[in-house]
């Protein structure tokens, strides 16, 4: 696990919305959260970090999707495990860049959960992670 | 993969693959590792800190102003070999499909000069790596 010190960008009912360029600093810190981070949403994400930490919600880049849909594979993990998830568009926001994928995420792919929260393709990564936080609270 | 695995050693170096950047720590000190990761600013910055001898990623479709290959050019200034496999050849966060299925994208100036360049499989590119790494003795 990398070492970060996350921002906190809003608090409501005992949940935030933290920012964090890697999801690999996520840890037992973060079980209120919904994360959005810089790292890809790859299928390693939900269960070497996402999971373990109790995080909320995560919103990641999709690295371009690639092969096999690879960039995007942990949104389906997450669904399963009762957590909403989605990818800004790696043309979007800088990968790495746990403020760009905020600030200037554009919403490409989105689980069940987040869908059924409000978050649709296209809308950014910021009302994204409002609706999951009104979603889940 | 849980953490990292060592597929080859030479002159005490090894070849490393992880699904994870950041699982790069004290024990891979001057040797090759090849991840899942990006090759973004945060992780160039990793394989400083942590000394990897050079290093192997995904470009990520390399994206907005070439963030997913941003950690390629750090690494250059200081001296460290890097190269990225197209986001297309090999699935990301999965260090063995960058080994088995990488093909090389993007290298920098440090691993060009090793005889990396694009169009490579990331092994034959790892193989390099560790070859020039054991010669040189850095």
Do not use: W
Not at chain 1, 89 to 100: D, L, T
Not at chain 2, 88 to 100: D, L, P, V, W
Request: net charge negative.
């Amino acid at each position: 696990m990398t070492h970060e010190v996350h921002k906190v960008v809003k608090e409501s009912g005992g949940l935030r919305i933290v920012i964090a360029d890697s999801a690999t600093s996520v840890s037992e810190d973060n079980k209120n959260d919904i994360v959005v981070d810089g790292s890809h949403c790859g299928a390693n994400i939900a269960p070497d970090y996402i999971l373990p930490s109790g995080a909320r919600g995560m919103i990641g880049n999709d690295a371009g999707i690639g092969l096999e849909n690879a960039g995007v594979a942990s949104l389906k993990t997450l669904e399963e495990h009762g957590i909403p998830a989605a990818a800004v568009a790696a043309m979007s926001a800088e990968i790495g860049v746990g403020q760009s994928t905020y600030d200037e995420g554009v919403i490409s792919a989105a689980n069940e959960l987040a869908k059924k929260m409000g978050v649709t393709v296209g809308m950014s990564a910021k009302e994204a992670a409002d609706k999951m936080l009104e979603g889940i609270s | 993969m849980s953490d990292k695995i060592s597929v080859k050693e030479a002159g005490g170096r090894k070849i490393v693959l992880a699904d994870s950047a950041a699982a790069m720590d004290e024990s891979t000190k001057g040797d090759v590792f090849v991840d899942g990761s990006h090759c973004g600013i945060n992780v160039g910055e990793m394989t400083l800190d942590t000394g990897a001898g050079a290093m192997i990623g995904n470009d990520a479709g390399m994206g907005k102003n070439d963030a997913g290959i941003a950690g390629l050019k750090f690494l250059d200034k200081h001296g460290i070999p890097a190269a990225a496999v197209s986001a297309m050849s090999a699935k990301i966060g999965n260090g063995r499909s960058t080994y088995e299925q990488g093909k090389i994208s993007v290298v920098n100036e440090a691993a060009r000069k090793l005889g990396v360049s694009a169009g490579m499989s990331a092994k034959e590119a790892a193989d390099r790596l560790l070859e020039s790494l054991v010669k040189s003795g850095k």
